[in-house]
Structure formats: C-alpha cells, structure tokens
C-alpha cells in the first residue's frame, strides 16, 4: 500500500472554494489539519508543548477579520488556544504569563518563539507541492514491480488511525494506509534502525584553534570488541547486577558503556559481556509502542 499523498494547495489557501467534495465526507477537514501538524512539527506553535493533544488555532482571530487561509492557521495546545482568546500574536506573547511559564518549563523563550510563529507563517506550500510532484513518479515506480498496489490519502490513513484507537507513530502509520477493516495486535514494539557510521577516520582531536588535545586508538577492538558492537552483558553482582543488551561503546580499561532501550549503562567489564552481533554501521533497538488513543474531533495529537 502507498500513501498517495496530495495537499490541495487550491483548497489550502481558498477554503471558500465551491464543490459538493468540499461540503461533505468523513474525511472533512482532515488533509488540513494533517499538513498543519507537519508544518509546525506536531508541537503547539506557541509554547512547544508536544505529546499533547494539539487544535486547530486562528493566529488572527475571526472576531478581529481572521480567514480560513491556511496562512492564517496554525495548532496549539489547549491551554494556548484559550489563554490566546482573540489577542492579538504580539499582545499574547508579551503579556500571558502561563505562556512564559510553559515555554519556561520547555527551555524556550517568547522572542524567539514568536519570531518562529512569524517566519513559519509566511512559508510558501513549497514542501506541498513537492510532495504533489514525486507522487504518481513512486506510484509508478511500484506498480513496475508487478505486485498488486493499493493507494490511500494522508487523510485517510489518520481517520484509520483515530478510528481504531492506533498510537501515532511511522510503523503504526504505514500499517494504516490504505484500506484497513482492523489491525490486531499492533501494540507489539517496533525494531527502529539507525545508521551510526563505521567511526570516523580522525584520529587527533583538535582544540578550535587547531591544536592537538587527544589522540584516539588506531586499533578499533579491545579485548576482542570494537565500539558499534551489539553485546548481551550478564553481570553477576554488585550496583549493575543484571542482564544487560545493546550496542557497546569500548574503552581502553576494558571496562564498556553500553547503550540499552533503558539507557547508558556505563563500566562494564568485558568479562561479562558476549558478542550477539558485529558492528555493521547500524544501531538495533526495540521502540515500545505507546497506547496513546485519540477521538477523531477537532483536537488533533
């Protein structure tokens, strides 16, 4: 299945626009809250609150002559959609005090915020219409395979979603496009893969003004190890008493750090620690799947 994704950038900047498909449907309203979320990063464009369910937000309010213009449209948080009221942008961000305790509590400042709200406002539907123009080009594509094919909206793959209770997150996404009656079982975790590299050619470390500071091992295995390594350590006793699986940092001592789902878990001997699999460039780790239900009204996660 291939999400067919096409943001009608006539619609986005003209919601006035006539057209039975306009009025009605149960997918309504939803490819522009879905291009609202991806332009403001599915954080509230005010205080950067994430995780929380976000709403449609006038940044010029409709009492104060406001449209319906995507331009004009942003997604906020609950608590700033209400304390922002018909305020003007400026007036909101200078005076609310619970804005500047939030954006406080998520290490923001209002003049930098605001002055991000106001550049991403005036950005064109650059990244739309390039998603408009490369996606018969991949549709194509799949159908040369010779497999049977099936295509869905943005919009449509997230009414899946909201319908059957489904976590937001890319899997979860991908295993809703198209046409979906239910999905079983989809609270499994996910293998999430990451290139890491191979370690970088560089063996001084250079102060800024380019002087040597440190020198690196030009042997990359310690004791039959080499950093990028994935390594099950079953240490027997003491503060780090347990069964630890991940990726290996090495160290000269001898003694690793190894990254686990759970964390870093640093000072392991090598003696404990066994090779499940080389280093091939790629970090291996399993993603819990988190049970995060949303309605399908107009608060948006």
Known sequence: SQELVRFDTQKLENPEISGVEYQQGTLLGYEVREYLLEKWGRECAYCGAQNTPLEVEHVVPRSRGGSHRISNLTV????????????PLTDFFATDRGLRKRL??????ADTRLDRVERQLKRPLRDASAVNATRWALFQALKATGLPVTVG???LTKYHRQRL???KTHALDAACVGPLDALHRWEVPTLTIKAMGRGSYQRTRLTRHGFP????????????????D???AIVP???KAGVHVGRVAIRQTGRFNIQTLHGVVQGISYRHCTL???GDGYGYHQTPTLNSKGGAGRAVA
């Open 104 to 109: 406080k509590a998520n290490g923001l400042s």
């Open 276 to 278: 499940i699999q080389r």
């Open 213 to 228: 500071r440190g020198y690196l091992r030009r042997r990359k295995q310690v004791r039959g190890f080499q950093t990028g």
């Open 165 to 167: 209770g489904i976590a």
């Open 76 to 87: 906020a948080c609950h608590a700033c959609n209400q304390a922002k009221d018909n305020r």
């Open 237 to 239: 006793s003491g503060k």
């Open 230 to 232: 994935r390594v099950k």
């Open 153 to 155: 909206s943005g919009g």
